[in-house]
């Protein structure tokens, strides 16, 4: 067995240069961007999760007022528990029980239908009577549950990832500046 001995000496020292800095920028605003567009497509599936459950027990579908918040903040446990479930199944599951997978994947399938059903509800319940079609023709309604189906899918499955992802990338982020800042760099920068 060989034995490896450290060198007498000081440490090397951390530099900072420019290119780390501009990396670190953009990267750091990219993360952020990103989760802010990603909060805004769970918001959107949300708000057509909740009115499906809404229509469910028969209160009104007013989307401008879930979008703004104008209804029982509870309502949000729907999605924000189909959220964790959903990033429990995709974070650790080769760790979960085969059963528990099972109720991940269904989880994601009921929250795609309600989502799906809440758009196509609202597009052809609210969005084209606010154009003035009250009586849409059938290739406007399957246009709408096509739709309806393509945003729901974006909805469930994205948002939830790219949240995750962009935390992380912050999270690391942080970590890069806070080790700077305890000393990690000679504080001289160089081109």
Request: net charge positive.
């Amino acid at each position: 067995m060989t034995m490896v001995h450290a060198t007498q000496g000081p440490a090397p020292r951390f530099v900072v240069t420019q290119e780390l800095v501009s990396r670190l920028t953009w990267v750091t605003l990219g993360a952020l961007a990103t989760l802010v567009i990603a909060g805004a497509l769970w918001w959107i599936g949300s708000a057509f999760t909740i009115a499906f459950f809404r229509f469910l027990a028969g209160k009104p579908i007013d989307i401008s007022a879930i979008m703004t918040a104008r209804i029982y903040v509870g309502w949000y446990a729907i999605p924000v528990t189909f959220s964790a479930i959903e990033i429990a199944g995709w974070k650790v599951r080769g760790d979960l029980a085969f059963r528990i997978r099972r109720l991940a994947s269904g989880v994601t399938g009921v929250d795609m239908s309600t989502t799906g059903y809440g758009l196509f509800v609202a597009i052809v319940g609210t969005y084209l009577p606010a154009i003035g079609i009250i009586r849409p023709v059938e290739w406007m309604v399957y246009a709408a549950l096509v739709l309806a189906g393509l945003v729901a899918w974006w909805c469930t499955l994205a948002p939830e990832r790219y949240i995750v992802e962009s935390v992380g990338q912050l999270i690391e982020n942080v970590k890069t500046i806070i080790f700077i800042v305890r000393g990690g760099s000679n504080g001289k920068a160089t081109k």
